[in-house]
């Protein structure tokens, strides 16, 4: 079958068989494809009922450690009990996920010295630096600066930034993106890699012992500017609560501005270009012989929300799983817009709430049951960065090797149907490649995402999974709109971004929402998992992802 699966279309009608005869004809075949029934219980009035109260001024925005919360979860687990799945976490419904919020305040000034003269950088202006260790002073007194050019150990690229280096009491001033944004035949190109985000350079720095991590900011390969930075770096985060309180992080986490660094290479006596060199093979860091000095006070508060987690079992395979996922947690209630202060969330994410619900339903009452089980899982925090996904992978219920798949939905539009879908991060598993197969039935196609460069693959709850290893799609509403075409699509997601993006006017409206395109794109996602819950090979990464080796590593333990 996956052989045939992945011919062209056109391939197969040179070998004399129809889509039909590859689809519908033969006894496994229709064992593989969704049923009707199933199909049918994906439906509006389906998602428009969970949806309206979900996103009602009753659930407050559905803000984590608020009644919103209370309303949310117990909404959840009834609709799970109704259904008829069974508790996902020994008797429970739920998964509680231990949280820290830190509020980083560091010294006004971070004072670098060196033989060349010193420079004091302001906060907020120039700088911004947080400590997430579980203390409440952290003093980082005359620490060594190395440039250490993209602060990436990438093997499977030929690329480390710290090869033969030694930061240990060290600080590391690196850049942000990866080496293919400057060169395109390096790296995925202008597709980020995970190597890019600022938590990675943050996480290798730590592997590497570091002290600090400084990250020089740039507008274009960070895809925003410092002004984003500034008020994200400017209040409390909140982080999971880890068992070694953090202690393996860097002390402190930061970043300066693209004009701070040049003052910083230039009372190192060292030509900036070195920052162009950084974009070559084989480049060498460079100590600056500065010395760097901050402290930071941590404000520390910990508190406790919660996953929802129910599930399918399988009817042959009841130990592997796929897992469909959607953060349950918006916004709550904050600053009024035009009368308005309930951040509702509709699109982000009542929609992806519903969808697990509705799933649900049409999983259970397939004709022919999945043999593989199925979990739907509601995760809490992704808004405050994906942290109850980040807590299931990393303290995972089902074990990470017998988790087939992992399918995330997270803010579908209601606009109408389009031909296309986007499959974020395009290239890189194999669940794509069913994706697609499914968006044939339906006359569309998958697409890959417009802005591959803003490394969207890691801004959702699917991601947790990936770096765990476990294969993980996450689709988008695509843009040509049935009638309306790419213009009308754009206008729709623009109009949102613009209007509605995490802002009070996210409401359900019933009376202007589309729910034919939310419907389309929920089917081909229940036909992907309920293929692979009939399967029983394991979908891989594909060849360069950066996911691929330690999914291997996991499956060959
Ligand atoms: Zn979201």
């Known amino acids: 079958m996956k052989n045939l699966i992945q011919m062209s279309f056109a391939g197969l009608l040179a070998f004399g068989i129809s889509a039909c005869q590859l689809n519908d004809n033969s006894t496994e075949n229709s064992a593989i494809l969704a049923d009707s029934t199933a199909l049918k219980l994906i439906n509006d009035s389906a998602l428009a009922g969970h949806i309206?109260?979900?996103a009602s001024d009753e659930f407050e925005g559905r803000k984590p450690f608020t009644n919103g919360e209370v309303l949310t979860l117990n909404y959840l687990e009834?609709?799970?009990?109704?259904?008829g799945l069974e508790p996902g976490n020994g008797s429970s419904y739920f998964q509680d996920v231990p949280m820290v919020d830190i509020k980083s305040t560091p010294s006004p000034k971070m004072s670098i010295s060196g033989k060349g003269g010193n420079l004091t950088l302001n906060h907020l202006d120039d700088f911004v630096a947080a400590s997430r260790h579980l203390v409440p002073t952290i003093d980082l007194k005359n620490s060594a600066l190395v440039f250490a050019g993209y602060g990436i150990v990438a093997p499977e690229f030929g690329w480390n930034d710290y090869a033969d280096l030694d930061v240990k009491g060290k600080t590391v001033v690196v850049m942000i993106n990866d080496p293919g944004f400057a060169d395109k035949s390096l790296f995925k190109g202008e597709t980020m890699t995970y190597?890019?985000?600022?938590?990675?350079?943050f996480e290798e720095a730590a592997?590497?012992?570091?002290?600090?991590?400084i990250i020089i900011h740039e507008t274009a390969a960070a895809s925003y500017p410092w002004a984003v930075v500034r008020s994200g770096w400017s209040k409390s985060k909140l982080f999971l609560e880890a068992p070694d309180e953090n202690k393996s992080r860097s002390l402190v986490e930061g970043w300066i501005s693209q004009e701070s660094a040049l003052k910083l290479f230039k009372i190192a006596g060292i030509n900036p270009d070195v920052m162009q060199q950084a974009k070559q093979k084989g480049f060498k860091a460079v100590d600056l012989g500065l010395n760097m000095s901050l402290s930071v006070k941590n404000e520390i508060k910990r508190s406790v929300s919660k996953n929802v987690v129910a599930v399918l079992p399988g009817a042959k395979q009841a130990d592997e799983y796929i897992i469909y996922s959607a953060h349950w947690d918006h916004l709550g209630v904050g600053e009024a817009i035009n009368g308005d202060a309930v951040y509702n969330g509709a699109i982000?994410?009542?929609?992806?709430?519903?969808?697990?619900?509705v799933l649900a339903k049409a999983f259970k009452q397939a004709e022919i049951a999945p043999n593989r089980s199925i979990m739907f899982l509601a995760v809490t925090a992704e808004e405050q960065g994906l942290l109850g996904s980040e807590y299931y992978a990393t303290n995972p219920l089902v074990p990470v090797e017998k988790t087939v798949a992992n399918i995330n939905v997270d803010a579908m539009h209601a606009?109408?149907?389009?031909?296309?879908?986007?499959?974020?991060?395009?290239?890189?598993?194999?669940?794509e490649d069913y994706l697609s197969e499914a968006a044939k039935r339906q006359n569309r196609v998958v697409v890959k995402d417009p802005n591959p460069s803003a490394g969207f693959y890691f801004r959702s709850d699917h991601f947790n999974f990936a770096k765990v290893g476990i294969p993980a799609l996450y689709t988008e509403t695509g843009d040509d709109h049935i009638t309306g075409g790419v213009s009308f699509g754009k206008a729709k997601k623009a109009e949102y971004t613009s209007s509605k993006y995490h802002a009070p006017g996210d409401n359900y409206d019933a009376t202007t929402w589309d729910f034919s395109g939310m419907v389309a794109d929920l089917r081909l996602l229940y036909e992907v998992g309920y293929k692979i819950s009939r399967e029983t090979k394991f979908p891989a990464w594909k060849t360069g992802s950066e996911f691929k080796a330690i999914r291997e590593a996991s499956l060959n333990k």
């Open 78 to 83: 009834k609709a799970f009990q109704e259904i």
């Open 207 to 213: 592997r590497q012992g570091a002290s600090g991590i």
């Open 52 to 54: 309206s109260r979900l």
């Open 195 to 201: 190597y890019g985000r600022w938590t990675y350079k």
């Open 348 to 357: 982000d994410n009542a929609t992806g709430t519903a969808a697990l619900l």
């Open 415 to 431: 606009f109408g149907l389009t031909k296309d879908i986007v499959a974020v991060g395009y290239g890189q598993s194999e669940l």
